[in-house]
Each structure stands twice: as C-alpha cells, then as structure tokens.
C-alpha cells in the first residue's frame, strides 16, 4: 500500500498569511494526488486534483504543486473560511491513501 | 445539481449487520464510479471500498475485506454498502463519494456506531 504522510500535522496561522502543506507519498504517484478541506461536522470538499488542477468554484488562492513523491498545497493569502483540516489522497492505486491531516488554525 | 443522500446508519451490537444505502441524482449515476470513506470520531479519513461504473470490478480496504460488500443498482441511481460482523472499530461516519477528477461530490455522511 502507498502511504501518505503529511506534514505538519497542524499549524497556527493569520489571516493573510502565506500557508504551505507538504504531502510525500511513500513511492511515485507521478500526479495523481488530490486535495480536500475539510470543516467540522461537513464532509470533505475537493480542491485540487492531479496535483495542480483547481477544482470548479474553488478559489484561484488556493494552488497545489508537485509529481512522483512530493507535493505541496499552497493558499497564497489565507482567508477566515480557510481554517479547516485538509488532506491529500492518491488515486494512482488501490487501496485509495490519504494523508493524516492538517489542521490550519487561527494564530 | 448533484446530490448524494445517505442513509441506513444508526447503533449496532458488535457481529450485528447493517445496510447502507446512497441515493444520487443530478448526473448520470450509471457514468461514475464510485466510493465510500469512512471516518471515525475525531480521526481522519478512511477509503472503504470503490466500485466501478458497471460495477464488475470492486475493491476494499483490508479492514473490512471478507465483512463488508458494496454494490450498487443504476436503475435506481443507487450505491450501497452492507456491513457484516461489525466491531467497534467500524464506527465512524460513512460517506459515499462520486469519483469524478478526485472525488468531486460527497454525501452529507451517515453515522454507524458498533456499540453493545
């Protein structure tokens, strides 16, 4: 099984700040990497898929970046409704793997 | 618009069983094929089992191989899951999620907790 390890596992952030989320697979996915939000109590909201593709409606702040192992989610200036947990996933091969989890806080 | 409607949790006995049932709209289910995750209270999130748009290939997570079985019914625009020998650390809210690029469309989730 791939795994996906996130890093870090939480952090405290402005609003405005620059916000960087690393996620490693344990092996190549070449881009089949995805990422979620997730707010509590909701489900999951898709962001980013094949790496770097923005998800209809999400907002242009939001980026993601990387191929094979290592890849990064990136929210450019980071917004009140920002403060969530989020995850990546890899769809390259079954079992499905999703990260652990990030949750972004308010510093 | 898509929508995915969860239903068929609530509280089991551990060995007891239960049906979950998905209810889609808004697309052409028969295209898509299809997830549940589950996530267990205050933990992250958990892929279950994927089921291709006809439905003749079918995969599961180890944690539930040989107890659970997802199928689904496209004449009725429906994904199901059914739980067998269910434990308590089976509990946890179900998702069913529409694999689109990522999995585009989440249901609101559906709560199962394996409690004696």
């Known amino acids: 099984d791939i795994q996906m390890t996130q890093s870090p596992s939480s952090l405290s952030a402005s609003v405005g700040d620059r916000v960087t989320i690393t996620c490693r697979a344990s092996q190549s996915i070449s881009n089949y990497l995805n990422w979620y939000q997730q707010k509590p109590g909701k489900a999951p909201k898709l962001l980013i898929y094949?790496?770097?593709s923005l998800q209809s409606g999400v907002p242009s702040r939001f980026s993601g970046s990387g191929s094979g192992t290592d890849f990064t989610l990136t929210i450019s200036s980071l917004q009140p409704e920002d403060f969530a947990t989020y995850y990546c996933?890899?769809?390259?091969?079954?079992?499905?793997?999703f990260g652990q989890g990030t949750k972004v806080e308010i510093k | 618009e898509v929508q995915l409607v969860e239903s068929g949790g609530g509280l089991v006995q551990p060995g007891g069983s239960l049906r979950l049932s998905c209810a889609a709209s808004?697309?052409?289910?028969?295209?898509?094929?299809m997830n549940w995750v589950r996530q267990a209270p205050g933990k992250g999130l958990e892929w279950v089992s994927y089921?291709?748009?006809?439905?003749?290939?079918?995969y599961y997570a180890d944690s539930v191989k040989g107890r659970f079985t997802i199928s689904r019914d496209n004449a009725k625009n429906s994904l199901y899951l059914q739980m067998n020998s269910l434990r308590a650390e089976d509990t946890a809210v179900y998702y069913c999620?529409?694999?689109?690029?990522?999995?585009?469309?989440w249901g609101q989730g559906t709560l199962v907790t394996v409690s004696s």
């Open positions: 094949a790496a770097s």
């Open positions: 089921i291709s748009s006809s439905g003749g290939n079918i």
């Open positions: 996933q890899q769809s390259y091969s079954m079992p499905r793997t």
């Open positions: 999620t529409r694999a689109g690029s990522g999995y585009d469309w």
């Open positions: 808004g697309f052409t289910f028969s295209s898509y094929e």
